[in-house]
T-cell receptor, first 115, second 112 residues
Framework: EPEVTQTPSHQVTQMGQEVILRCVPI?????FYWYRQILGQKVEFLVS????????KSEIFDDQFSVERPDGSNFTLKIRSTKLEDSAMYFC?????????????FGEGSRLTVL | KQEVTQIPAALSVPEGENLVLNCSFT??????LQWFRQDPGKGLTSLLL?????REQTSGRLNASLDKSSGRSTLYIAASQPGDSATYLC???????????FGGGTRVLVKP
């Protein structure tokens, strides 16, 4: 069964360092998303990506964040200069096209710990 | 701004009992509603998707209902098993392609 895969599963970094989280969405999907979940809190939307551009972003997704689809399979989230409050589980999600295809499929997540 | 609430936050039942999980949302103009399961430290597994034109959706022991006008959805899990122990999240999407807004989840423990 097709699935969304994320790497790394866990990353520990020092405050101020750059971090890149990687995702391989389901192959025929066209919409890609990043969400995050701070421990004990709700899952929060960060950004959506379609047709090689950002379609929507939240207020969390400031200039420190960027996304990229460098090739036909990978979708990355970069945090330029990490802060302590960036510590969270980051989830990538994807979905297919078409008006009736609304189901989002999530990866297992990348746990980011900023020290 | 859409707000999604799940009550109760935690629920403990003996094995075999039926589970009833509630989800409410403030803006009834939704495109669809999705239920997820999350095991501790793991990702989100999609359980059911209900489109705005539907009133319910079933998959095995799971049944989800949707009442858009009252802003409510209910997930029923029949004959619960210890393996059903997890956190269950509901999320709504306002329009195709837009973001999901999540509730805080209901943490379920099914005791053998």
């Amino acid at each position: 069964e097709p699935e969304v895969t994320q790497t790394p599963s866990h990353q520990v970094t020092q405050m101020g360092q750059e971090v890149i989280l990687r995702c391989v969405p389901i192959s025929n999907h066209l919409y890609f998303y990043w969400y995050r979940q701070i421990l004990g809190q709700k899952v929060e939307f960060l950004v959506s990506f379609y047709n090689n551009e950002i379609s929507e972003k939240s207020e969390i997704f400031d200039d420190q964040f960027s996304v990229e689809r460098p090739d036909g399979s990978n979708f990355t989230l970069k945090i330029r200069s990490t802060k302590l409050e960036d510590s969270a589980m980051y989830f990538c999600a994807s979905r297919g096209a078409g008006p009736k295809t609304g189901e989002l499929f999530f990866g297992e997540g990348s746990r980011l710990t900023v020290l | 701004k859409q707000e999604v609430t799940q009550i109760p936050a935690a629920l403990s039942v003996p094995e075999g009992e039926n589970l009833v999980l509630n989800c409410s949302f403030t803006d009834s103009a939704i495109y669809n509603l999705q239920w997820f399961r999350q095991d501790p430290g793991k990702g989100l597994t999609s359980l059911l998707l209900i489109q705005s034109s539907q009133r319910e959706q079933t998959s095995g022991r799971l049944n989800a209902s949707l009442d858009k006008s009252s802003g409510r959805s209910t997930l029923y899990i029949a004959a619960s098993q210890p393996g059903d122990s997890a956190t269950y999240l509901c999320a709504v999407i306002k329009a195709a392609g837009n973001k999901l807004t999540f509730g805080g989840g209901t943490r379920v423990l099914v005791k053998p």
